[in-house]
């Protein structure tokens, strides 16, 4: 069974304009959350994540994230987007026994 | 504190041949992932260690691939003999319970191209 389901592959978006990558994952007594983000020709980076407490989780670049339990969302959101953030994203999740289950990832482009 | 390392960065073999990746976790990691990455999705879990045990390998096609990590810490995954469509990025991880931390590491990955 998908466990974590992005449904955009991709997403075009001009410069300083905001954004938002879907997420979505099944249901499960107890979950974390992840985003990882790839830039080209470079492995995966931890972006943010959600482990328990406030539902709204931030990075250090500008991207933040809600944890929806009632909608089993974790979107990815950014006010305004630079050239810089074009990457892939891939959300994750983690269950009980340390496996993680990856969506298939949204390729984000930033439009100068 | 060392990332994880994985060898070579690239690889081009022909198809039949055998081929192996090496991965360094980072230290003190006590779960080791390999992950094929195909072009354009994301990342498949092949097999997942703890320690030195399998923990999940349904995904791993054991006709032709296999994975030891038999001190608990390096891991190899070798191919054999390859087909065209194993090209794709080999990627290692590595996790701990311990410090709360709960996310993967990621290595930098192995690029095969299978001819």
């Known amino acids: 069974a998908q466990s974590v389901t992005q449904l955009d592959s991709q997403v075009p978006v001009f410069e300083e304009a905001p954004v938002e990558l879907r997420c979505n994952y099944s249901?499960?007594?107890?979950?974390?959350l992840f985003w990882y983000v790839q830039y080209p020709n470079q492995g995966l980076q931890l972006l943010l994540k959600?482990?328990?407490?406030?539902?709204l989780v931030e990075s250090i670049n500008g991207f933040e994230a809600e944890f929806n339990k009632s909608q089993t969302s974790f979107h990815l959101r950014k006010p305004s987007v630079h050239i810089s953030d074009t990457a892939e994203y891939f959300c994750?999740?983690?269950?009980?026994?340390?496996?993680?289950?990856f969506g298939t990832g949204t390729s984000l482009t930033v439009i100068p | 504190e060392a990332g994880v390392a994985q060898s070579p960065r690239y690889k081009i073999i022909e198809k039949r041949q055998s081929v192996a990746f090496w991965c360094n976790p980072i230290?003190?990691?006590?779960?080791l992932y390999w992950y094929q990455q195909i072009l354009g999705q994301g990342p498949k879990l092949l097999i997942q260690?703890?320690?030195?045990?399998?923990?999940?390998d349904s995904q791993l096609p054991k006709d032709r691939f296999s994975a030891e990590r038999l001190k608990g810490v390096d891991s190899t995954l070798k191919i054999q003999p390859a087909k065209l469509e194993d090209s794709a990025v080999y990627l290692c991880?590595?996790?701990?319970?311990?410090?709360?931390?709960?996310?993967?590491?990621f290595g930098p990955g192995t690029r095969l191209t299978v001819l």
């Open positions: 991880a590595s996790s701990s319970l311990a410090g709360g931390l709960y996310e993967q590491f």
């Open positions: 249901s499960s007594v107890s979950v974390y």
């Open positions: 959600y482990l328990s407490g406030s539902t």
């Open positions: 994750a999740v983690r269950r009980t026994g340390n496996q993680f289950y």
């Open positions: 230290s003190g990691h006590a779960t």
């Open positions: 260690f703890q320690n030195n045990g399998v923990v999940d």
